[in-house]
């Protein structure tokens, strides 16, 4: 089997229908040796430049839905195309990457490779994308309707004076919202923190 047979037998497994092709494309134009990672709770994705004579390193959460993680793939690959051009002397999500996420994203949009809601989110976000797609209530929104695991919901939708559980494992209790996020208190410490309301979690039992 070639290299490219096994990219693509592996990325079948996450990634939507029909972008496998282009994804592998990337991964072998730039040489990039890409890790489906277990879940992690602050990030969902990273890029690392290569070492002398190694290739560039991506990772991406193998808990994300088909389409979070092409987003996340290619968000990364953006970084990637940054580095690239420009060797880390510009901001890591400035104007530079933010043309780079576009311009990489482009293919995905002209074959139709997403679904309707998905297409237009995402087209959104990305004429002025962020540093992390969480930021964006519309996408996160829309990319979660595809969650195979139905028992997280976002901290948006938790009840007032609830606990619940994030996906590190750490207990919390919702309180007061304060603009954007919620005063929360971690059970075991008793320490405050301000959680976004996109967070995602599940109700503790």
């Not at 690392?48 to 088909?66: C, Q, W, Y």
Request: aromatic fraction near 10%; charged fraction near 25%; proline fraction near 6%.
């Amino acid at each position: 089997m070639s290299e490219k047979q096994q990219l693509l037998a592996v990325l079948m497994k996450y990634l939507p229908v029909g972008t496998e092709e282009y994804a592998t494309e990337l991964l072998l134009r730039h040489r990039i040796h890409l890790h489906i990672k277990r879940p992690r709770q602050t990030k969902y994705g990273d890029y690392r430049p290569p070492a002398t004579g190694e290739n560039h390193r991506i990772s991406v959460n193998k808990d994300l839905n088909p389409y979070a993680f092409l987003i996340t793939f290619l968000h990364e690959v953006a970084h990637l195309l940054n580095f690239e051009k420009h060797q880390g002397r510009v901001q890591p999500h400035g104007q530079e990457w933010k043309w780079f996420f576009r311009e990489i994203s482009t293919p995905v949009f002209q074959e139709n490779l997403l679904p309707r809601d998905v297409h237009h989110s995402l087209n959104t976000y990305l004429s002025n994308p962020k540093a992390s797609s969480c930021s964006s209530p519309q996408l996160v929104r829309t990319l979660r309707k595809y969650d195979a695991d139905t028992t997280w919901v976002l901290l948006e939708e938790v009840p007032a004076n609830t606990a619940f559980e994030t996906k590190g494992g750490r207990t919390f209790v919702k309180g007061e919202r304060m603009r954007t996020r919620y005063r929360c208190v971690e059970a075991d410490t008793g320490k405050v923190f301000l959680v976004p309301g996109f967070m995602q979690c599940r109700l503790k039992i």
